[in-house]
């Protein structure tokens, strides 16, 4: 019949449209998932209409699983879920779009990651209200390579600084010394030869300061040979020793493995009297500094102070303290030149921004673990390289 032949080719036409729809929707939802960026919908009322795979894994979980529940159950700070939930209901109120230029994120591992979210209203069929379309890309790394650069670009105007202000200070000095040495057959008193011991002691420390600040200004010319890490921990020890109080205990744990690294002598030592000063003085009533070696492999890039340090082979020293510990406000800024936490004339602040300027330059890295009260941990990557003698 007629009309029955015109029936069955509109529920075939239904039909047709049904499956291509859902072919649509599923083309949809691969194209979604592989967008490598953090896409996510939600409705006035916080419940996740749309959320795709990269989303998902960062909170350790699959699409299914996180449909199933809102960002409330989600977002474990309260401060940031409800920074969050404002965000959403200032988009849906005022139909504008708002961007989110350092919007943090813990992910599933624990690892702090920085976003750049976008969040959008847009119409869904059905609901009175319009929802959030967000997008939300990872800049972590980009930030990361902003701020070595940042740190890169300072150090060297501090440099240039330094180094005019060493070769003028080092003129004076030297003149000083001279002066002292020229005095001391002149003095008769007890008096005057305590007086005059004292200058000496003050003028050894300018000298000192001016060799640190040609060290961080890169003036001084640089001697890389091979060193056997192990070999020059062991022959500082002494000096270690005299440089720490009695009440501060010193213990070595050395590594066979840790191998041979390319390094000028005095920038290494450089590295473990300054790590070792500053262990010290976190220990104002005592404790233990533990220098310790190691080696590492890495097979994938591996994450420092100064950024990714590339696969390979590399020799570790670390210093680790029982002291006072730092906050993380307080480790971001520890690199900076001049900055310092001790006491007017206690320190120069040039210690770890001379420690960061060597290891960076030999192609190493930095990593520092602390927590206030719980003591810090300095390590070092440094490249291993083949005994070239051997």
Do not use: W
Not at 32 to 56: C, Q, S, T, W, Y
Not at 89 to 95: A, K, N, P, S
Not at 258 to 268: A, E, H, K, P, Q
């Amino acid at each position: 019949m007629p009309g029955d032949a015109e029936d069955r080719n509109d529920e075939y036409s239904t039909q047709e449209v049904r499956i291509h729809l859902r072919l649509r929707d599923e083309q949809m939802r691969q194209i979604i998932d592989l967008v490598p960026h953090m896409i996510f919908a939600v409705d006035p009322e916080g419940r996740f209409l749309l959320v795709n795979k990269a989303l998902a894994e960062a909170f350790g979980t699959t699409v299914d699983e996180l449909m199933q529940r809102a960002p409330a159950d989600v977002i474990q700070d309260p401060e940031k879920l409800k920074q969050v939930l404002a965000d959403n209901r200032e988009v849906i109120e005022t139909g504008v779009t708002k961007e989110i230029p350092s919007d943090y994120f813990v992910d599933a591992h624990g690892e702090t990651r920085v976003l750049r979210t976008t969040k959008i209203p847009f119409p869904v069929a059905g609901e009175e209200g319009p929802a959030v379309l967000g997008v939300s890309v990872d800049v972590t790394e980009h930030r990361r390579l902003e701020e070595q650069l940042r740190q890169s670009q300072k150090l060297e105007a501090m440099g240039r600084l330094a180094a005019g202000v060493a070769h003028d200070f080092g003129n004076v000095v030297n003149a000083l010394h001279g002066g002292c040495e020229l005095m001391r057959p002149t003095l008769q008193t007890e008096e005057q030869i305590e007086l005059a011991t004292e200058l000496a002691k003050v003028i050894d420390h300018a000298a000192a300061l001016t060799k640190q600040l040609l060290a961080f200004s890169k003036s001084k010319v640089s001697d890389p040979g091979l060193l056997d890490v192990n070999a020059v921990v062991t022959d500082l020890q002494g000096m270690l020793r005299h440089l720490l109080p009695a009440r501060v205990k010193l213990e070595q744990e050395l590594d066979p493995a840790t191998g041979i690294v390319r390094l000028d002598r005095s920038n290494f030592d450089q590295i473990l009297l300054n790590l070792t000063i500053n262990a010290r003085d976190a220990m104002k009533k005592g404790g233990t500094v533990t220098v310790a070696t190691a080696a590492a492999e890495f097979k994938v890039p591996h994450s420092t102070v100064q950024g990714s340090l590339e696969p390979g082979s590399y020799a570790v020293l670390s210093v680790r303290d029982t002291g006072s510990g730092m906050d993380p406000e307080l480790v971001s800024m520890i690199f900076e030149p001049f900055f310092t936490t001790k006491a007017s004339g206690e320190g120069t602040g040039l210690g770890l921004a001379t420690v960061f300027g060597i290891v960076s330059e030999s192609g190493g890295g930095i990593e520092v673990e602390t927590a206030p009260g719980q003591g810090t941990a300095f390590t070092i990557y440094l490249p291993q390289v083949e005994d070239e003698d051997g």
